[in-house]
């Protein structure tokens, strides 16, 4: 990642941007954003204790909340601080990813850190980092060595965010139902939560729309939120087993707090805070890493048409992936994953994932021939480890099985823990939990493989720094629609993901289905119409993009053509007229900046929706190849009818869009050459 334009200077007290003021019971310190939208307010109270508060265009976002951290066995960091100086900067860089929402990516915001010490006892130190964007905030602790603070336990961080209100948020709970954030997300007041994840996303009473989550979380517990009033949550650190919150030595830092606020839900969709919030790449060369759609060995198992383990069904043959592969090639995919592929699936899996190797394939798959084979049709094979949570167990393979992968030209992973704890006792968000994921993806960047982490730690913006960290699932997928006891995701669910889930990074959804008659025992199946599929490709961004179906169910169908065109990378995205967990519309330009693709859904109400095409370069036509719902479709009783339409459009354009219940539409846009 180049830096392209980077200007970086220290501004002075007399610049407008910080002042400080006193009085005899404490001193208060400002700094705003550089567009002057947002200000923070730093202070001390009577008793020294640390407090924050924020605003955006003079509403209250944050009223005043204390900050600190409490620790075993020696006192707590949480007040009779005094402020000993603090230093003042602003930022302005772009910067390029190398794949994402967004080609080039600009970082600009002041900062201020905060030097404290206690003022009695061991006088001890911290500092606070605040920088200061126009669209929100970010925040962090840094605790420097130091002779009266070494090795530490943290039990408690006091960090609050507390509200004007009692407002409105969309959120789902904390280990209650799993432990993965595979929860379908509610709307209700803050007082009828209890600890919730983040990213949580609030909408205000002065019509502000909030998201609180953070960034760069290395080797520390993830933070949840633990309502202590109808108005506020505190950080609640995700504990080992042992009830330690996070073990850790001076020097050491915390990730990110993060607030960002818009005036509407595609305000927070869209920024870039908490990338901007994680250290650039320590990836050097980037050229291996680069985005694809694939198919895969995978919904079978899910209808129980192959299994994973062996026996006449098994999915993971030699015979099985050459097919595959054909298709792929057929069809301009570059990935096939296969699942099931390696010993450890007989029997009950997810009891013991100790059984499991990662470089002993079963008789039925030749992995040289395979990869040999996918290597001629000029398809990759995308690798798969399903750990059920025995990290120790795939930690002392994991040299191994990525040495083999790298020598067989397999560059891409797709990483499992399916078990409620790892290793039979920590929570997969603890700082055990974020070790794991960690360490797997360095490896892998030593190998050059990519890595697609199922039931993850939530994503926090790490992909900067670690490119090869492509994405994640962590959120209600489409497998619930082949199993899920309450017969699968609604299509509320989806119009609510792009400004919850979706918050956090790159979200393995796996869309595409389209078959919607298959038989279940659960009576699950997918709630939404075929164009609400295909738009779900435009709607939910993963740089790792799975065609999910089985490739029988997309042959002959002209539907297909829309999979195959579309992306998965982005060089711009604009999110459109949307209201959460009913309706929304997202535009987003391909990564050569010369094609626009649109991606429109609804809930499971019917609804009618215009759409301006200002999006598009002024002074250029172009053709739009609309796929919308067909006369009669409905999720229900009839999801498949779908209109194919070409028509000749310009930046002053207004689309009329008729999505069907639980339908959407799917647009390219292609500009017209002047011949």
């Excluded at 059984?355 to 798969?384: C, M, Q, W």
């Excluded at 704890?421 to 990519?450: C, N, P």
């Excluded at 779900?536 to 002209?558: C, R, T």
């Amino acid at each position: 990642m180049k830096n392209i334009r980077y200007r970086y200077c220290l501004i002075t007290l007399a610049s407008m941007l910080i002042f400080a003021c006193s009085t005899k019971t404490q001193k208060t310190y400002k700094i705003s954003s550089p567009g002057k939208i947002s200000e923070l307010v730093f202070e001390l109270t009577a008793s020294g204790q640390p407090q924050y508060s924020f605003s955006s265009n003079g509403k209250s976002v944050i009223e005043p909340s204390l900050l600190g951290f409490e620790f075993q066995q020696i006192q707590k960091m949480t007040d009779g601080f005094e402020v000993v100086s603090t230093e003042e900067k602003t930022a302005d860089q772009t910067w390029e990813q190398p794949w994402g929402e967004f080609k080039k990516v600009r970082d600009h915001h002041t900062e201020m850190i905060v030097h404290l010490k206690e003022t009695a006892g061991d006088e001890r130190l911290v500092d606070i980092i605040f920088r200061v964007f126009d669209d929100g905030l970010g925040f962090r602790y840094e605790f420097p060595k130091q002779p009266h603070l070494g090795k530490v336990k943290i039990s408690n961080e006091v960090t609050q965010f507390t509200f004007k209100d009692n407002n409105e948020v969309w959120w789902i709970p904390v280990h209650r139902e799993n432990s993965y954030y595979e929860s379908t997300y509610r709307k209700t007041l803050m007082s009828k939560t209890d600890t919730i994840n983040t990213p949580a996303t609030f909408e205000t009473k002065d019509k502000l729309y909030v998201a609180i989550h953070e960034a760069s979380l290395t080797d520390f517990a993830s933070m949840t939120l633990l309502k202590t009033s109808d108005k506020q949550y505190k950080s609640d650190l995700v504990p080992w087993a042992d009830g330690v919150k996070v073990y850790a030595e001076t020097p050491f830092k915390t990730p990110w707090r993060t607030v960002v606020v818009g005036k509407t839900p595609g305000d927070v969709a869209t920024s870039t805070i908490m990338l901007n919030l994680n250290e650039p790449s320590k990836i050097e060369d980037l050229s291996w890493i680069t985005p694809s759609k694939y198919i895969g060995i995978w919904w079978g198992m899910h209808l129980e048409k192959f299994t994973w383990g062996q026996g006449p069904k098994h999915g993971a043959t030699t015979k099985n992936t050459k097919e595959y592969i054909d298709f792929a090639a057929k069809n301009n995919f570059d990935g096939v994953l296969v699942e099931g592929w390696n010993e450890g699936w007989d029997g009950d899996w997810t009891a013991d994932g100790s059984a499991f190797s990662f470089v002993k394939a079963y008789p039925d798959f030749n992995l040289e021939e395979i990869t040999k084979y996918a290597a001629i049709k000029n398809v990759r094979l995308i690798g798969h480890h399903e750990t059920a949570g025995a990290t120790k167990n795939y930690e002392n393979q994991l040299e191994d099985a990525f040495k083999l992968y790298q020598k067989m030209g397999v560059n891409s992973v797709k990483t499992g823990y399916v078990n409620k704890f790892l290793d039979k006792k920590e929570w997969h968000d603890s700082q055990y939990g974020a070790r794991h994921y960690r360490k797997v993806i360095e490896t892998a960047a030593k190998y050059h493989i990519m890595i697609d982490n199922h039931e993850p730690m939530k994503g926090t913006g790490i992909q900067r720094t670690y490119p090869n960290f492509m994405s994640q699932e962590g959120g209600r997928g489409q497998e619930y629609n082949a199993w899920s006891v309450d017969g699968g995701n609604t299509p509320e669910h989806l119009t609510t993901l792009p400004f919850t889930r979706m918050l956090s990074g790159p979200f393995d959804y796996t869309p595409g289905n389209f078959n919607f008659d298959y038989k279940t025992p659960s009576g699950a199946r997918v709630q939404t119409t075929l164009a609400n599929q295909l738009a779900l490709y435009v709607i939910i961004f993963s740089p790792l993009q799975m065609a999910s179906d089985l490739p029988e169910n997309y042959v002959g169908k002209p539907e297909f053509q829309f999979i195959k065109d579309v992306p998965c990378t982005w060089s711009d995205t604009k999110v459109l007229d949307s209201k959460i967990g009913e309706y929304t519309t997202i535009v987003r330009k391909d990564w050569d900046g010369k094609n626009w693709y649109l991606g429109s859904i609804t809930n499971r109400n019917a609804r009618d929706l215009k759409v301006t095409l200002s999006f598009l370069d002024k002074d250029k036509e172009y053709e739009a190849e609309i796929y919308a719902d067909g006369a009669g479709a409905n999720y229900k009783t009839n999801p498949y009818p779908v209109i194919i339409s070409k028509q000749k459009v310009n930046n002053k354009t207004v689309l009329d869009l008729k999505l069907a219940a639980g339908g959407g539409t799917a647009v390219k846009f292609s500009p017209i050459e002047n011949k």
